[in-house]
C-alpha cells in the first residue's frame, strides 16, 4: 500500500509538472517558445518572448503547481505510516516535469518558479532566502539563471542542516545537481556576454 501512494504521488507529481504555460500561451500564438529569446520553456523566457502578462501567468501556475500538491500532502492529506517522504517526492516529481515534460520532448524549463513553490510549501524561511537571493542578484547582475542556480544549490544543505533527513537531503542534492546542469548554457552564455538579462529582448539568433 505505501509503494502504491509512492508510486502515484510521483506520477501525478510529474504530470502537474507537464502544465508548462509558457509553453502553452506561446502554442496558442502561433509559435514554440523554445526557438525563441533564450530558448528556454519559462516565466523569464515568456517575458522576453511574449511580455509581463504571460510571464506573471507563467510564473504563477509554475510556483502553484509545485506549492499545492506539497503542501496539501504535509497539511491536508492523511498519509499512511511509512510515506513521511512522500512530500518532498512529490516536489521533486513536479519539478522534474517542468524540467523534461514528455509532450515537449523532454526539453521543457528550468525548474526556478516550480523551486520556490516546492520551498514555500516545505519551508516558508528559505522561501524567503530564495527571494533574498533572486532580488540580490537581480539588482547586481539581472541573471535569473545565477539565483536558479544559488537557490538549487542551497536547498539539500538548508534542507539536510534543518531536518537532518539524510534520504531526502540526497534526493534534494541530486535535483540540485539536475538544475545546475541545465544551466551550463546559461553560464557559458553570460562568459560570452551573450546570454539574455531581465528586461531585454534578443540579443543574438545563438541565444535561441
Given at each position: 500500500m505505501t509503494a502504491l501512494w509512492y508510486i502515484c504521488g510521483v506520477f501525478i507529481g510529474y504530470l502537474l509538472g507537464n502544465i508548462n504555460t509558457a509553453a502553452i500561451l506561446a502554442r496558442i500564438k502561433g509559435f514554440d517558445i523554445r526557438g525563441r529569446g533564450s530558448g528556454n520553456a519559462g516565466a523569464s523566457n515568456a517575458l522576453v518572448t511574449m511580455g509581463k502578462g504571460a510571464a506573471v501567468c507563467s510564473a504563477l501556475v509554475d510556483i502553484l503547481k509545485a506549492f499545492l500538491p506539497v503542501w496539501l500532502l504535509l497539511h491536508v492529506i492523511p498519509l499512511p505510516e511509512g510515506c513521511s517522504h512522500l512530500p518532498v517526492l512529490v516536489g521533486i516529481a513536479v519539478i522534474l516535469g517542468?524540467?523534461?515534460?514528455?509532450?515537449?520532448?523532454?526539453?521543457?524549463?528550468?525548474?526556478?518558479?516550480?523551486?520556490?513553490?516546492?520551498?514555500?510549501?516545505?519551508?516558508?524561511?528559505?522561501?524567503?532566502?530564495?527571494?533574498?537571493?533572486?532580488?540580490?542578484?537581480?539588482?547586481?547582475?539581472?541573471?535569473?539563471?545565477?539565483?536558479?542556480?544559488?537557490?538549487?544549490?542551497?536547498?539539500?544543505?538548508?534542507?539536510?542542516?534543518?531536518?537532518?533527513?539524510?534520504?531526502?537531503?540526497?534526493?534534494?542534492?541530486?535535483?540540485?545537481?539536475?538544475?545546475?546542469?541545465?544551466?551550463i548554457q546559461n553560464l557559458r552564455r553570460m562568459k560570452d556576454g551573450t546570454e539574455i538579462k531581465l528586461g531585454e529582448k534578443h540579443k543574438k539568433e545563438a541565444d535561441t
Open positions: 517542468h524540467m523534461f515534460p514528455f509532450w515537449m520532448q523532454f526539453r521543457g524549463g528550468k525548474g526556478f518558479a516550480s523551486l520556490l513553490g516546492f520551498s514555500l510549501a516545505i519551508d516558508w524561511r528559505f522561501f524567503l532566502v530564495c527571494i533574498a537571493i533572486l532580488a540580490i542578484l537581480l539588482l547586481t547582475t539581472r541573471y535569473i539563471a545565477l539565483a536558479t542556480i544559488a537557490c538549487a544549490a542551497a536547498l539539500p544543505v538548508w534542507h539536510g542542516i534543518g531536518t537532518h533527513d539524510w534520504l531526502e537531503t540526497v534526493l534534494l542534492s541530486v535535483l540540485a545537481v539536475v538544475i545546475i546542469s541545465k544551466h
